[in-house]
Structures are given as structure tokens and as C-alpha cells.
């Protein structure tokens, strides 16, 4: 088996600070996600790489920014935090197209 | 581009009642992956379900979808529901390397 860290679990931000968001895996995944979740919204993608140093645009990319410089790892960046944005981000990877997803456990964001 | 649409909102049912959530997708791809994931209160979610080819029924922990590509569906349905099926039920599209999810549908089951 194989586990997904997400750091840190809990992030308080002010309006306007760039923010960063961590994630690990050790399954040795090839491909890694980032999605933000919301009350009533689903799970919105915001990045994802299909391998080593490959970065896809999701569905909800501006306002973030991510890097992948290395296999097991996959971070994310809010460029500037939205005053009373409260969401969770969940780092997700697999290995292959029709694989399932692992999830992490979430960073939960407060922004002030 | 890919989108998934869900049964909206919470879906509330007494305690042995059957469940039927519902999933609508649209793809380019012509051979997409369809999940169900479940997350329970304070959890990340996991996957329930996984489709298999066209029109062949999946089946785990009492929980059964299949996949209609004829009108891109794939519902999640239980013939009894237990107090601890209360969760939120995510239906997700694979096509490729990316993966959206629909926006989630809340069930609720009580005594």
C-alpha cells in the first residue's frame, strides 16, 4: 500500500498573500492532481501532471499555480488568496488512464 | 469539453428503501472510465465503483451501476439502503489522464 501527505493540514492566509500547498505520494504514481472542493460544487481540478515535470491546466487553473520537479511530489500555489475564501484541496494520483484515484487528506485554506 | 452531471443537492430516504443516484456524462472519448467515489464526514473519498464495458453491470458492497454508453449513464443504485450508506457520492469521467467530477449528491438515510 501507499499513502498521500498533504501539508499542511490546516492554512490560514491573508487577502492577497501567495500560498503554498504540499503533496506526497509514495505509490509511485505517474500522474498527481490537485482539486478544490466546495460545498455544492463537486470537486473542481485545478492542475494535474501526467508525469515528472508535466503540468496540465484543469478546469479552474487561473488564480493558482503548480509544480511538479519531482515524481512523488506535487505542489500548488494560490498566487494571491481571495479575502473569506475557505475551501479544501485535495491532492489525488494514479497510475494509468483508467486507474482509480487516491486521495490525501486535504489542506483546509482560510483566508482573513 | 468533459462534464459530469449529478442528481442535485441531498437525496433523503428512510432506512430500506432503495437508492438510485443518477450520472450523466459527456466525453469526447470513446472508451471513458466512469467511478463512483463515497466520502464520509471528516474523510477523504475513496472509490465505490469502477465501470467496466459497455452495458456490464459492476457491482461492490451492495452498490451497482452500469454502464450505458447508448445514453451516457451511469447510476449508482442499491436495492436497501443502511443508515451507514449517508454520505457524499461522487461520480467522476476518465478520459485519458484527466478526471472530472460531477458536483456530488448528499444522501441522507434515516431510521
Known amino acids: 500500500g501507499g499513502i498521500i501527505t498533504q501539508t499542511p493540514k490546516f492554512l490560514i492566509g491573508q487577502e492577497g498573500q501567495k500560498l503554498t500547498l504540499k503533496c506526497q505520494q509514495n505509490?509511485?504514481?505517474?500522474?498527481m492532481y490537485w482539486y478544490r472542493q466546495d460545498s455544492g460544487k463537486g470537486l473542481r481540478l485545478i492542475y494535474y501532471?501526467?508525469?515528472?515535470?508535466?503540468?496540465q491546466k484543469g478546469d479552474l487553473s487561473e488564480g493558482y499555480d503548480a509544480s511538479r520537479e519531482k515524481k512523488s511530489s506535487f505542489s500548488l500555489t494560490v498566487t494571491s488568496a481571495q479575502k473569506n475564501e475557505m475551501a479544501v484541496f485535495l491532492c489525488?494520483?494514479?497510475?494509468?488512464?483508467?486507474?482509480?484515484?487516491?486521495f490525501g487528506h486535504g489542506t483546509k485554506l482560510s483566508v482573513l | 469539453g468533459d462534464s459530469v452531471t449529478q442528481t442535485e443537492g441531498l437525496v433523503t430516504l428512510t432506512e430500506g428503501l432503495p437508492v438510485m443516484l443518477n450520472c450523466t456524462y459527456q466525453?469526447?472519448?470513446?472508451?471513458?472510465?466512469l467511478f463512483w467515489y463515497v466520502q464520509h464526514l471528516n474523510e477523504s473519498p475513496r472509490l465505490l465503483l469502477k465501470?467496466?464495458?459497455?452495458?456490464k453491470r459492476t457491482e461492490h458492497q451492495g452498490f451497482h451501476a452500469t454502464l450505458h454508453k447508448s445514453s451516457s449513464s451511469f447510476h449508482l443504485q442499491k436495492s436497501s439502503a443502511q443508515l451507514s450508506d449517508s454520505a457524499l457520492y461522487y461520480c467522476?469521467?476518465?478520459?485519458?489522464?484527466?478526471?472530472?467530477f460531477g458536483s456530488g449528491t448528499r444522501l441522507l438515510v434515516s431510521p
Open positions: 489525488a494520483s494514479k497510475q494509468g488512464a483508467s486507474e482509480r484515484l487516491f
Open positions: 505509490f509511485n504514481h505517474d500522474t
Open positions: 501532471s501526467i508525469t515528472e515535470n508535466d503540468l
Open positions: 466525453t469526447i472519448y470513446s472508451n471513458p472510465f
Open positions: 465501470s467496466f464495458t459497455d452495458n
Open positions: 467522476a469521467l476518465s478520459g485519458g489522464y484527466k478526471v472530472v
